[in-house]
């Protein structure tokens, strides 16, 4: 099921539409592994000792890995990690706002968006809703909201800089209050419960964000570009996804090949199913465990293990090319990044440089670094997270993009087949190092 570049970005475009919340990506990655024979497991259940393929979805976040036939007591693991979430809005408590004959929907921002890509799209309301019964319901409206932006003719300074306010200026409208009736229908919860099947009076709690709708869309001279949302980083999600189907498909030997797709990474990772919390570190605890390892013999696996965390990055902008580092300028589609920092905000390390050059010949990609001018200090990633809470060597790679934390981000069509092909050979190839 090798699919070519062309049908890759197809599927990424759907997998993306798909995922318009944490939630939904979780659980669209759990289903695809669940139809290719991944055994879907409960953190509430004992979990098998037997080979086999497994996932298991916290929330917004979901590993998934493949036990081989000969796994042992001290079997390394080859992680593919990478987060769930983006930036963008999440729905405020009594989130109608009747404001001047309009309704709005009462926004908090989560992460940090480029405010400005938000405004003038229909956007989506996506996430979960859990209902008095208890149950736990994922649900995505179509384009039901937008964010106006002002007229230039009522801010004829706007192009000399647009300040956006984040409580006043990004509420964005959902209808009209024009009788009460009206104002019922356009009820923000009752819109988002009706997606979900169930009335917004059973509604005990809701975790829902919004999403641009607008459906992903190749372009360029040569339409070796693709634009969409989420890119960052659900673009990493996606290889990790296709590279484990690919090592289910071919049979994997001596290591434990695992997706782990964290929630939360976009507010620093700190929760229960972000990638500081424990989620990663409890689930190793149970499968070492079900080996029967010892605690040395666990901690000698993970100290022959891997964990490529793929986070999407920047390729240098022709526009501001003032801001990227003089010497090291990453383009589309001339393979994914190598992340490195001296600080240590990406865990890039010579070993870890190695590792990576390994698996980019076993996969046949070509490579390009990736590094901060000083006086624009980069992001961080949940590598430096992961590796610090527990010891494993961590490399930190991902594609190019440009607009990054805009609603509609940017890649090289190239690129995704090249991470897609990394993160197979990184789940199947001989490493020395
Ligand atoms: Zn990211």
């Keep these: 099921m090798s699919l070519s570049a062309d049908e890759l970005i197809e599927d990424l475009g759907r997998f993306v539409t798909e995922s318009p919340s944490s939630y939904h990506a979780a659980e669209v990655t759990a289903q695809r592994l669940s139809a290719a024979g991944f055994t879907r497991l409960s953190e509430q259940q004992d979990w098998p000792a037997q080979p ?126 024009g009788s009460s009736e009206a104002a019922a229908e356009a009820d923000v919860l009752a819109v988002i419960a009706a997606a979900a099947g169930v009335e917004a009076s059973e509604v005990d709690g809701y975790d829902v964000v919004v999403a641009d709708s607008q459906t992903p869309a190749r372009f360029g001279a040569q339409h070796e570009f693709f634009a969409s949302g989420r890119l960052d980083n659900l673009s990493s999600v996606y290889a990790g996804l296709q590279g484990l189907l690919d090592a289910a498909e071919n049979g994997t030997g001596g290591m434990i090949p695992m997706l782990a797709a964290f929630d939360h990474e976009e507010l620093g990772s700190a929760s229960r199913s972000g990638a500081a919390g424990p989620f990663l570190e409890e689930a190793l605890g149970r499968i070492y ?36 580092d003089p010497a090291n300028r990453p383009l589309p589609n001339a393979g994914p990044l190598l992340k490195i920092n001296a600080n240590q905000r990406y865990t890039t390390d010579a070993p870890g440089a190695a590792m ?8 046949g990609i070509p490579s390009q670094e990736f590094v901060s001018n000083n006086d624009i200090p980069c992001g961080s990633t949940i590598g430096p997270i992961t590796s610090t809470r527990l010891g494993i060597r961590t490399v930190d790679v991902g594609i190019p993009l440009l607009s990054m934390h805009s609603a509609r981000e940017m890649c090289g069509v190239d690129d995704v087949a090249h991470l897609r092909s990394a993160a197979a050979a990184f789940f199947s190839a001989e490493l020395t190092v």
Excluded: M
């Design 52 to 177: 086999g393929r497994y996932v298991v979805v916290r929330d917004g976040a979901v590993l998934a890995w493949i036990l081989p036939d000969d796994a042992a007591a001290t079997t390394p693991l080859r992680i593919l990690g990478a987060h769930t979430d983006s930036p963008g809005f999440k729905l405020k408590p009594k989130s109608t706002v009747i404001s001047h004959g309009w309704v709005q929907a009462g926004t908090e921002v989560y992460g940090g968006p480029l405010l400005n890509s938000w405004l003038d799209r229909e956007l989506r309301l996506a996430g979960r809703l859990v209902t008095r019964d208890g149950a736990t319901h994922l649900a995505a409206t179509g384009p039901v909201a937008r964010i106006p932006q002002l007229a230039i003719h009522l801010d004829r300074q706007v192009n000399e800089g647009l300040k956006l306010g984040k409580q006043q200026h990004t509420t964005p409208v959902l209808g009209l209050a």
């Design 289 to 324: 465990e079900a080996l029967g390892a010892t605690a040395a013999q666990r901690a000698q696996a993970l100290a022959g293990s891997w964990h490529l965390s793929s986070d999407a990055g920047h390729a240098v902008h022709p526009n501001y090319s003032e801001r990227h």
């Design 356 to 363: 990576w050059a390994q698996v980019c010949r076993a996969a």
